[in-house]
């Protein structure tokens, strides 16, 4: 492969990366992240497994999301 290709390759597979983080929801805890540390720095973070449960029960109790039964 030329250096091109490897380039365009690399550029393709970041870009995959990205709409399968963003459509998985696994890039929001990292936006979470970088706004607690922007607007309040010494601000306490939640771990990333308190965040997805938060984030999970706050999903399941909204009535707008209907009944999930799994």
């Known amino acids: 492969m030329t250096g091109t290709r490897v380039t365009r390759l690399r550029h393709a597979l970041?870009?995959?990366?990205f709409f399968v983080r963003e459509?998985?929801?696994e890039a929001a805890y990292?936006?979470?992240v970088a706004h607690?540390?922007?607007h309040d720095p010494d601000a306490v973070v939640q771990s990333r497994r308190a965040f997805e449960r938060?984030?999970?029960?706050?999903r399941?109790?909204?009535?707008?999301?209907?009944f999930r039964c799994c």
Not at 14 to 17: E, L
Not at 60 to 66: F, S, T, W
């Open 30 to 32: 990292d936006r979470y």
């Open 23 to 25: 459509f998985s929801g």
């Open 60 to 66: 399941e109790g909204d009535p707008r999301e209907g």
């Open 36 to 38: 607690a540390r922007t």
């Open 54 to 58: 938060a984030r999970t029960d706050a």
């Open 14 to 17: 970041g870009r995959a990366r």
